[in-house]
């Protein structure tokens, strides 16, 4: 008896472990870099020489984030496409849930596209998702739904988030859906970026087409399930709490200039990888290191978490030997809100300033989830794309890269009232301190658990 018992076990053990095998292992070897993708990069492709119509404006505070994607639901006459990687039904996300619901009452098709893993934990049954789903104008589609029959492709995710209103304007960055970065909301929040891109030609708006011929990739692929609407969902409180925000938050509604608000592009490009979940091309990455490399006198980077492995690292480190000043701004280690991030920095920290990137924390107790950067004093981006290998060969990932020197100088003001907070680091456990800067401790129980993890999970940094 105990012999079978112990067979069933070692059986049960041996097909657990196989199980995890079949997750992790078809993701474990990172692919290099294709040399159709080398042969295609141009530097020059990123650069114009005229005002191409297109114009576009930074969105840093999260009050404002939610404001603009509420005003350009409201406003819009015949489509909106909203692709996110996560979206809760939480006090912001109920807003755009009752702006979307009351869009698709008045004729407007919505388009909404989730990563599976948010649909699974927080859309998939939730009532106030079904209210706007059931609408005969709402479809949504679930990229790469949860499938345990398919373990192969449970760790790729999409990782993209903008919104399109017609041919009017598109928000793009790296904003989920939700309170944590949308609105003025007491409690935990991130901080983060959009762009916010108008032509004054709408017919011809070429960034945005370059996006919906994006979405649409992505919308019709084989992994892009359709998602039934279930039972009834909660319309009637949806519409009355788009009355109370019509009233409460009039300016929302109010039609605005962009022209006035926004600045001149002389080109935008959008940068993404493969769409499909399987392992990854390194496309992004790759793409925006040797921009980076052309630069002529600096380069400022921001990224919540940095999970290198040694390919990226040396990208960076060209990078610090062909530009005069590189800067990289990350969450400190006490800082950070992904505990995986901070393990690996915790761990990386000296290899990763062996580089010869000049290193910034961030560390004033609210996480920073911004990703974008600057080159020179003319171009600026902005996306979804954090400095790990989740997104490197994981996750479909998108930045908008502009050449505009106002929004450039825009968006290094902006940066830069984060900087001017942030911890200059000399070396892994020194700090060149401006007067008043008390780093925040690590303490001895958050150090124990990154010491854990990093026996636990290191191995597997490449998922995370």
């Known amino acids: ?96 849930l009752a702006a979307l619901l009351s869009a698709s009452r008045r004729g407007v098709h919505v388009s909404l596209l989730v990563d599976g893993l948010a649909y699974a934990t927080g859309i998939l049954g ?27 492709n449970l760790m790729g995710r999409l990782h993209d988030k903008y919104l399109i209103a017609d041919r009017t304007a598109y928000i793009l960055g790296g904003r989920n859906c939700y309170d944590f970065f949308l609105g003025d909301h007491d409690g935990y929040k991130n901080y983060d970026w959009d762009v916010l891109v108008c032509c004054e030609d709408a017919g011809a708006f070429p960034s945005l087409d370059q996006l919906l011929e994006y979405f649409r990739s992505v919308w019709t692929l084989d992994e892009c399930h359709a998602a039934g609407s279930g039972k009834e969902g909660k319309q009637e409180e949806l519409l009355a709490l788009y009355s109370r925000m019509q009233e409460e938050h009039a300016d929302w ?35 925006i290191t040797e921009l980076m490399e052309q630069a002529e006198e600096s380069v400022s980077i921001h990224t919540p978490y940095i999970l290198c492995d040694d390919w990226m690292l040396g990208q960076l480190a060209d990078i610090c030997i062909s530009v005069p000043e590189v800067t990289m701004m990350t969450n400190s280690v006490a800082n950070n809100g992904n505990p995986f991030g901070a393990m690996d920095y915790y761990a990386n920290k ?20 911004g990703k974008c950067f600057t080159i020179d004093d003319r171009i600026a981006a902005v996306g979804s794309f954090n400095w790990d290998m989740r997104s490197a060969y994981l996750d479909t990932e998108l930045m908008l890269v502009i050449d505009s020197p106002q929004l450039n100088r825009q968006l290094r003001e902006a940066m830069g009232g984060y900087e001017q907070d942030a911890l200059r680091v000399i070396d892994a456990d020194s700090y060149d301190l401006a007067e008043g800067q008390t780093p925040q401790p690590l303490t001895p129980s958050k150090e124990r658990r990154l010491k854990l993890l990093y026996y636990l999970a290191y191995w597997a940094r490449f998922l995370m």
């Open 1 to 96: 008896m105990k012999k079978h018992r112990l067979r069933n076990r070692l059986i049960v053990l041996f097909l657990l472990l196989a199980y995890v095998c079949a997750i992790v292992l078809p993701y474990a070897r990172q692919p290099a870099v294709t040399a159709a993708t080398i042969e295609g990069f141009t530097a020059s492709d990123f650069y114009g020489d005229s005002d191409t119509g297109q114009r576009a404006r930074i969105i840093s505070d999260n009050g404002e984030a939610l404001a603009e994607r509420i005003r350009l639901i409201s406003q819009a006459e015949e489509e909106i496409i909203l692709s996110t990687f996560d979206f809760n039904a939480d006090d912001s996300g109920k807003m755009l």
């Open 126 to 152: 939730n009532p106030w998702f079904r209210a706007l789903t059931r609408e005969e104008n709402v479809e949504l589609k679930v990229y790469n739904p949860l499938n345990p029959l398919k373990p192969w």
């Open 253 to 287: 509604f109010r039609p605005v200039d962009y022209k006035e608000l926004t600045v001149p592009a002389r080109r935008i490009r959008l940068v993404s990888n493969p769409i499909g979940p399987q392992v990854k091309e390194p496309v992004v990455f790759y793409t």
């Open 350 to 369: 000296e290899k990763l300033l062996g580089s010869g990137v000049g290193m910034l924390e961030y560390d004033s107790g609210v996480s920073y989830h």
